[in-house]
C-alpha cells in the first residue's frame, strides 16, 4: 500500500507552469512574459521542495498524491509517484528551470521562449513523478516538442535531433509491446531488452549515438538546451523503463557503452573549439559516469551515482548558465584564442571556475564526496572500471582549466560598452554556488538521503531477482 | 589542550580561504593591508599552535598525537551486508557488524615527527613570503587574487602535512595543485604564463588520478584510509604495513606516480622551470620551497609501503638517481637565474628522493627544511644573487673552459640535451599528447560530417 502525501503538490507542481505557459502565450510583451514565467517556476520551485519535505516526513519508499486527481481521472493507480530515487530531483529541476528564466537577459528575450520553457518545465516534473511505463513514453515524447519548434523557429535543421529521438521513441514502444507482462517479475526476450536497450543508448547520448546533443546544443538556444539535458531526464527513463526488466547482458552492455562514453567525451571535451560543444561534451561524460555508477552492484557505488547526479545537476547548470552569460556578451566562444574576459566579469570567471571544478568532484565541493563513492565502489567490485572513471575526471578537470583560460585569460577585451554582469545573473549562478558549497561541506544529509535510496533500490533488485530464481 | 591546538592550526588557514573567497565573491573593495594583516594573523595563530604542540609532544615524550573532527560522512554497513547477500557482493561487505560504519570519511589529523616539522615550515615560510609579497606585489592589480590563491595554497599544505587518512592528503594535495596551477598563470594577459598553467595542471591532474586510484586501492586493501591504521601499532617512521606484497607495489607505483607528478621528477620535470612564469613570491614558495618536496612528503608519509617492498624502494631510488643527473645537467646550462634555481631544487629533491628510496626517514627530513628555507631566500633574493654570482665569477676570473676535441664533441651533445632540457617535454607531447589528440580530432571532424550528412546541410 502506498503512503499519501498531505498535499497534491505533484499534480499543483504539473499544472502550475503549464497553466503559466498558457498565460505567457498569450503576452505579446516578452518583458512581462518573463516576469510571469519568474512568479511561476518560483512558486513551482516552492511545491517541488513542498513535495520533497512532505516525502521525507512521510518516510515510506513510495508516497502518490493526496486526493490523487490522476487515478481518480484516468482510472489506474499510482501514475503519478514520488520515491527515494525521485524526491529530490523535480525540486532539483525547477530550480534549474527558475534560475534559467531569472537569469535571461532582455536582449534575449526574443529567441528563448518562456511559454516554451514553462511547457518543458510541467513535461519534466511530471516525467520525474512518473511511475506508468506508457505515460512515461508519452512524456518523453513530448518534452521533444518544445526543442523542435524552436529549432524550427530559428531556422534551422531539426533532423539531427528528431532523427535520434524518434528512433528512441520508437524503440521504447516496440520493446515495449514486445515486453508482455513483466510484474510478477519477469525479464524482456532478447529482441525486446535489444531495442529497448538501443532506446536507452539513444536518450541518454551514449556513443555512438550521440551526436544530437552536440547539434542541439549548437543550434537551439543555449537556455533550451542546458533545461532539456541538465535534468538527465534520460537516465531517469533508463532506470525506470529499462533496467528493471532487461536481463543482465543488456545491463552491462548500456554500462560498457556508458562507461566508454565517460572517457571518450572527456577526451572530445579537451580538443574542443566551440564552447558549445566543449559544454556538450563535458555533460555527456558527467551524465555517463552517472548511468554508468547506476548500474553498479553494490550500494556505495550506487550512492555515489546518486550523489553525482544530483552535484552534476547543479554544477553543470551553473557552468552552463555562466557560459551563456559570456556569451550573451561577446557571442559565441571560440576555444582556439584567448577571450581576455576576466577584467570585464571577473565575478563570472570566478563562478565559471567554482561551478566547473565542481563537477569534477573538487574538494570542497558537493560532487566530492559522490566521487569518491563512486570510485571506491567500481574499485571493490570493477577495478578496471574504477581507472576509468578516474582517467574521464582528470581529463575533465584539464579540460575545464584549459576553457577557463581561453575564455577569461589574455589580453583584456577592448569593448565600448559595460560588459559586467548583471545581478539576476550573478544571483543564480551564486545561488548555485552555494548549495555546490553548502552540500560539499556538509555533505552528510545529501549522502544520507541518497544511501537510503541506493538501499532500496538494492533490495528491489533483489526481491526482482529472488522472483526470477523462485518463479 | 592538544586538540585545540590541532583544531586552530587546521583551521586558521580555513578561515582566512573562507575571508578571502567570500570578499572576492563580493567583489568586496578591501586594503591591501587588510589582505596581509589577515593573513599574517592566521600564520601567527597556526604556527603558535603548531609549536605548542611541539613543545607539548617534547615535554611528555609523546610521538603521535591524533585530532579527530568526527565522520565528515558515515554509511553505516548493514545496508552494504544486505546488498552483499543479494548481489554477490565481497565478502569484506557482508561480513561488517551492522553497526560498523562501512564507509566513513573522516575528518582526522596527525601530529607526528613527520608532519608537526612539515606544518611548522610551510607556516613560517608562507609567513615570510606573505610579508614579503605584500611589500612586492604592492598596488599590483593581482594583489587580492594572489592573497587569496596564497590562503588556497596554505590550506592545501596545512591539510596534507597534517592529513590523519589518505583522503584528507588527497584533499590538501589537490587544492595545493590548483592554486599552484592557478598561479602560475598570475599574469594571465601573456599567453606564456597561461599556456604553461596549464601544462603545470595537466601533469597535477594525472598525478592526482595516479594518488586517487592509490588512496582507493589502500582503502580498499587495509580496510580503513588511516595512515595510523596503515601503519600498524607503530608511530612514524615504525610503522609496518600488514599487506600482500604484490599489492604493496602496485599502491606503490601508483604512489610513486602521483609523487613524480608533483615533485617534476623525470619525465614531468619539464613542468619545474615553466612554473617560474609565476610572480617571484609565489616561485619561492610553491616551487622553491613546499609544493616541490610535496613528492618527498608523500614518500615519507607512506614509507611503511617502501619499508615492506624492495623493489618498490629500488623504483624510488632508481627514479630519483635519474631525476638527479637530469636535472644536474640542465641546471648547468641555464640562462636565467629563476630556471636555474628550479633545477638547483630539482637536484636537491631528487637527492631526498634517492635517500628516501635508500631507507633514511630522518635524513630526508631534514634535507627537505633546509633545502626549502635555503631555496627561498634564493629565489625572493633572485636578481641580487645574478649580481652576486658574476662578482664570484669576477672575483674567480672566468670559468675555465679549455678542453680536448673530444671532450669539445661530447659536451657540445651533453649541452644540446641539457639546453633542450632532455626533450622531456616533447617527448611527452609528441608520443602521448599528440597521438591522443589527433584521434580525438579526427573523430570530432567525423562526428561533424556524419550530422551535417544527417542534417542535409553542407559545412
Known sequence: ?471 | MLTLAGILVVLSPAVLVALFGISTLLRASVAETVYSRCTAAAVCTGLAAAVWILAAMLITDDRQVEVSLGDWVRIPAGAEHHAGEATGGSASAGSHPVDEPHFHFTMKFMFDRLSVPFVIMTYVLCGVISAFASRYLHRDGGFQRFFLFLSFFLLGMILSSAAGTIETLFFGWELVGLSSALLVAFFHDRRGPVVNGLRVWSIYRLADAAFLIGAMSLHHLSGSGDFSGLAGQGVWPEGRVDIPQQSVLLVGCLFLFAAAGKSALVPFSGWLPRAMEGPTPSSAVFYGALSVHLGAFLLLRISPLLDRSPVLSGLVVLLGAATCVFATMAARVQSDIKSSLAFASLIQVSIIVVEIGLGFRYLPLIHIIGHACLRTLQLVRAPSLLKDYNSMINALGGVSEHRSAVEQSRYQRMYRFAMNRGNLDSVLDEFVVRPFTSVLLWSDRMERRWTSWLSGENR
Open chain 1, 1 to 471: 500500500m502506498i503512503q499519501e502525501l498531505h498535499f497534491p503538490w505533484l499534480e499543483v507542481g504539473i499544472v502550475l507552469p503549464l497553466a503559466g505557459a498558457g498565460l505567457c502565450a498569450c503576452l505579446a510583451d516578452s518583458v512581462r512574459a518573463q516576469k510571469v514565467a519568474i512568479l511561476v517556476a518560483g512558486l513551482t520551485l516552492l511545491l517541488a521542495v513542498g513535495e520533497w519535505a512532505d516525502f521525507a516526513m512521510v518516510g515510506s519508499f513510495e508516497a502518490h498524491d493526496h486526493w490523487d486527481l490522476a487515478q481518480r481521472l484516468t482510472g489506474r493507480d499510482n501514475i503519478l509517484v514520488i520515491d527515494e530515487l525521485s524526491a529530490p530531483l523535480p525540486a532539483l529541476s525547477a530550480l534549474l528551470f527558475l534560475l534559467t528564466i531569472l537569469s535571461t537577459l532582455r536582449t534575449k528575450l526574443d529567441r528563448f521562449s518562456m511559454s516554451l520553457t514553462l511547457f518543458s518545465e510541467s513535461i519534466v516534473l511530471a516525467t520525474l513523478s512518473c511511475h506508468d511505463p506508457w505515460l512515461l513514453i508519452v512524456l518523453l515524447s513530448l518534452a521533444v516538442v518544445p526543442p523542435w519548434i524552436e529549432l524550427v523557429r530559428r531556422g534551422v535543421s531539426p533532423r539531427v535531433f528528431l532523427i535520434h529521438m524518434g528512433a528512441s521513441i520508437v524503440l521504447l514502444v516496440a520493446g515495449r509491446m514486445l515486453l508482455g507482462d513483466v510484474s510478477s517479475g519477469g525479464q524482456a526476450s532478447g529482441l525486446s531488452a535489444a531495442l529497448l536497450t538501443a532506446a536507452a543508448l539513444l536518450r541518454a547520448g551514449v556513443v555512438p549515438v550521440h551526436c544530437w546533443m552536440a547539434d542541439l546544443l549548437e543550434k537551439a538556444t543555449f537556455g533550451t538546451a542546458i533545461l532539456f539535458l541538465t535534468p538527465m531526464t534520460g537516465a531517469f527513463a533508463v532506470m525506470h523503463l529499462v533496467l528493471p526488466v532487461v536481463p543482465v547482458w543488456a545491463i552491462r552492455s548500456i554500462a560498457i557503452l556508458s562507461l566508454i562514453t565517460a572517457v571518450y567525451s572527456a577526451g572530445m571535451a579537451l580538443v574542443q573549439k566551440d564552447a558549445r560543444r566543449f559544454f556538450c561534451y563535458l555533460f555527456l561524460s558527467h551524465s555517463s559516469l552517472v548511468l554508468s555508477g547506476l548500474e553498479l552492484v553494490n550500494v556505495i557505488g550506487m550512492t555515489g551515482a546518486l550523489c553525482v547526479w544530483i552535484s552534476v545537476g547543479l554544477s553543470l547548470t551553473g557552468f552552463g548558465l555562466t557560459i551563456r552569460a559570456v556569451e550573451s556578451r561577446v557571442g559565441r566562444i571560440a576555444l582556439d584564442r584567448f577571450h581576455g574576459m576576466y577584467e570585464h566579469t571577473p565575478t563570472l570567471a570566478g563562478l565559471f571556475l567554482l561551478t566547473g571544478l565542481a563537477s569534477i568532484g573538487f574538494p570542497g565541493t558537493i560532487g566530492f564526496v559522490g566521487m569518491e563513492l563512486l570510485i571506491e565502489g567500481c574499485v571493490e567490485v570493477y577495478p578496471l572500471v574504477g581507472l576509468s572513471l578516474v582517467l574521464a575526471s582528470a581529463l575533465n578537470g584539464i579540460s575545464i582549466l584549459r576553457a577557463w583560460f581561453r575564455i577569461f585569460t589574455g589580453v583584456p577585451l577592448q569593448s565600448s560598452v559595460s560588459l559586467k554582469s548583471q545581478f539576476s545573473e550573478r544571483f543564480a549562478v551564486v545561488l548555485l554556488v552555494l548549495l555546490i558549497l553548502g552540500g560539499g561541506l556538509w555533505p552528510q544529509p545529501g549522502v544520507a538521503s541518497r544511501h537510503h535510496a541506493a538501499k532500496s533500490l538494492m533490495d528491489l533488485r533483489h526481491q526482482r531477482a529472488a522472483a526470477k530464481s523462485h518463479p
